[in-house]
C-alpha cells in the first residue's frame, strides 16, 4: 500500500500525534490546576499523560519512519 | 460479523434496541469539548481519506479489489478488523461478564485454526483463480446457478447487516451519550458513503487498519487500569471467586464435557464441531466480506501471510474485550458502593421506567429480577421504587461502563472514537462487499454483461451510495419490526455451513459435479431454515438438534451449523456420483489436484509462511491449555 501515495501509517502517525499531545496536554492541564473529573477512577495515576505521551511518541514514531517521500 | 456474536446480540436483539431506547432516561457520560474535537477530527480525518484516494480508484480493479497492492500487514490488519466491529465488542465483554472466559472460544477455536487454513490452504486458490468475489469462484466451479443463488443471498445480507449495524450504532450512541439517534444514523451514514463511494475498497481498507489502531489505542486503558484496580490477574480472580463464589470463569474447556455444567450450555463437541470448523472455517474462508481484503494482497505471499498475521492480532483480541468483561464483575459499582450487578436485556425491557420515574409494569420487573438476575433484594426494592442512581444496565454495557470509570476527558473521546470507528468500518465492509458482489455476480451477468470498466466502477460507486441508502431503511425497518432482528441475524447462519461445504468440496473433490454443488448449496441452507423454523414454533426441537435436554440455545446454532454442512456435503457427494463431473483440464486453478500451484521465491525463514503459521497454531495451542 506504498506505490507512490501516502502510505496509511503516515495517516495513522498524524492522527496518533494528533490525538496524543491533546490528551498529554489536557493531562498536565489537569496536573498543574488539581481539578480532575468527578466519578473518574484512578485519577492519582495521572493517565492522560502517560497515555497520551506515548499516543504521541508512536505517532512520531510512524510520522517519521512513514514520511511522503521517504524511501523504504 | 453477525454470526459470530454472542447470544445476547445475535439471538436475542429483538427486544434488546428497544429496550434499551425506552430506559435510556439519562446518558452514561457526558462529552467534553475536548472529546468532540477526538471525535470530529475522526470524521475529518476518514472523509479527507476518501477525497485523497478518489484518484487512484478509477479502474475496476482499482476500485472492487484495491489495485491488488496491499502488504500482507495491510491486508491482516484489515482482514481482522473487518469482523472487530463495536457491537462484538460490546456483545463479547458482555458475554465474558455473564460466562467467564468461555466467551473467548470465540476468538481462538472460533478463529485461529480457520485463518491458518485458509493462509495456508485456501488462499492459492482464491489469488490464482483471479477471481472478484467467492460468488465468482462458485460460478468457475459449480456454473451460474450457484453463483446467483450465492451472490443473491450475500447481497441481502450485507445490506440488512449495514442497517442493523447503523442502527445499534445509533442506539448505542443514545444510551451513551444521549445523541439523537436519527442524527448518530446520518452522520455516520453520510460519511461512510463519501469515504466508500470515493475511495472504493481501497478507502475501506485505509479506514479499517486506522481503526484498528484505534480500538487498541481507545480500549486497551480499560484493562490495564482494570487490572491495576484489581490488584493483578491473581486479585481479580480471588475477587471472582469470592463474589460468585465459583472458579468456572477462568475455565474454557473443563466443563464443557456436559451440557449442564457450564453457563452457555454448550458441550464440547458443538465447540469443536460447530464453533471450531464449520462457523468458524465458514466465516473466515468463504464469507467474501473478509476474504475480500486478503484478495486486495500485492502477491500470492502477502495473500497467504495476511491471515496468519491477522491470526497473533486475533488471538491478543480477548485482552480487550474479555478482560474488561471479567474486571466488570468486580469492579463495578453503584453510586452507593455496592457492587453493581448487571443484568440481562430482557430483564432492562420488563423495567422499563414510566414518565413518573417508577417501573412501569411492577409485577413483571419483579418476576423479570426475581428469575433472571442475581440482583440482591434490597436493590430489586430500589428498582421498583424508581429510587435515583438505581438504573438497571445490561451486560452488553459492561464495556461502555469500563470506559466511562477510567476514562475522562479526551480519553473518553477517543474511547468513544474507538467504537464509533468500529461501526463505520463494520457498516464500509459490509457495503464494499455488497458492491462488488452486486457489481460483478449480479449486475454484470444478469443486466449488462458487455459493460465498459468505467461503467461498472460507476456502477459500484451509485451501488455503494444507494446500498448506504437502503441500509438506512432497512435500520428503520428493523426499529419498527423488532422480530425481525432475529431473522437478519440468522441469516448469516443459513448461508455459512452450505457455503463451506460446496466450497471445500468443490476444492478438494475434483469429482464434485456443478448440479450437486448448486443442489448441495441450495439443500442445506433449506434444511438450515427449516431447524431455524423448528425450534422457533417448537422449542423442545432444540434438544434434538443439540442431541441434550441440557442445551441452550447458543448450543443449537452450533449444532445446526453443523447438521445444516452435513446435509449439504452429504447431498454434494450423493448427486455427483450420479451426474457428469467436469473435465480435469477445466479444473485447473479450481481444484486442489488438478492445480500446479505457482512457485514461491525463495525467502529468508523468518519470512516463510509455514514458520509463522506453525508458531500461531503453538500459541493458540499453549493458551487453550493455560486456561483450560
Known sequence: MHGSGIPIWFFIGVLLVVYGCMIFGYGIFELMTGSYPPLVELTNLHTPIWWGGLLALLGIFYVVKFRPGQAR | MFGLLPDSFAAGWSSPLPALLAFSTAPMAHLRPLDIAVIVIYFAMVIWIGFYLKGRSNTSEEFFMAGREMTAWIAGLSFVSANLGSLELMGWAGSAYQYGILATHWYWIGAIPAMVFLGLVMMPFYYVSKTHSVPGYLKLRFGEHARILAAVSFAAEMILMSGVNMFAMAVVMKVVLGWDILFSILISAAAVAIYVTLGGLRSAIFNEVMQFVLIWGGAMLVPILGLIQAGSVSGLKRQIIANMHTDSYFHMWRDTGHFASNPMGVHWTGIVLGLGFVISFGYWTTDFLVVQRVLAAHNLRAARMAPIIGSYFKMAVPFIVILPGLLGLVLLQNPDGSRRVLVGEDVVKSCVVNDAGAVADAAACTTA????????????????????????????????????????????????????????????????????????????????????????????????????????????????????????????????????????????????????????????????????????????????????????????????????????????????????????????????????????????????????????????????????
Open chain 2, 369 to 628: 429480577m426475581n428469575t433472571k438476575s442475581t440482583l440482591p433484594a434490597d436493590y430489586q426494592q430500589k428498582v421498583l421504587t424508581g429510587a435515583p442512581g438505581t438504573e438497571l444496565h445490561s451486560y452488553n454495557e459492561a464495556l461502555p461502563l469500563m470506559m466511562v470509570r477510567y476514562m475522562g476527558p479526551g480519553l473518553l473521546g477517543l474511547g468513544i472514537t474507538a467504537l464509533i470507528a468500529g461501526f463505520m468500518s463494520g457498516m464500509a465492509g459490509n457495503v464494499s462487499a455488497f458492491s462488488t458482489v452486486w457489481t460483478y455476480d449480479i449486475y454484470k451477468p444478469l443486466i449488462k454483461k458487455n459493460g465498459s470498466d468505467s461503467h461498472y466502477v460507476l456502477v459500484g460507486r451509485w451501488s455503494i451510495f444507494l446500498g448506504v441508502i437502503v441500509s438506512i431503511g432497512a435500520g428503520y425497518l428493523v426499529q419498527h419490526a423488532h422480530g425481525i432482528m432475529d431473522y437478519v441475524q440468522a441469516l448469516f447462519s443459513f448461508f455459512i455451513a452450505p457455503l463451506l461445504a460446496a466450497i471445500l468440496m468443490g476444492m478438494f473433490w475434483k469429482r464434485a459435479t456443478a448440479p450437486a454443488g448448486f443442489l448441495g448449496l441450495l439443500v442445506g441452507i433449506l434444511s438450515s431454515v427449516g431447524m431455524f423454523v423448528w425450534v422457533k414454533m417448537n422449542p423442545a426441537g432444540l434438544a434434538t438438534i443439540a442431541l441434550s435436554p441440557d442445551a441452550k440455545p447458543m448450543a443449537e446454532n452450533l449444532y445446526r451449523a453443523w447438521w445444516a454442512f452435513c446435509i449439504a456435503a452429504i447431498v454434494i457427494f450423493l448427486v455427483s456420483l450420479v451426474t457428469k463431473p467436469k473435465p480435469v483440464a477445466e479444473l485447473d486453478g479450481l481444484c486442489y489436484s488438478c492445480t500446479v500451484l505457482p512457485k514461491e521465491e525463495p525467502v529468508p525463514f523468518y519470512k516463510n509462511v509455514w514458520l509463522w503459521a506453525l508458531l500461531a497454531v503453538c500459541i493458540f495451542a499453549a493458551l487453550n491449555i493455560l486456561f483450560w
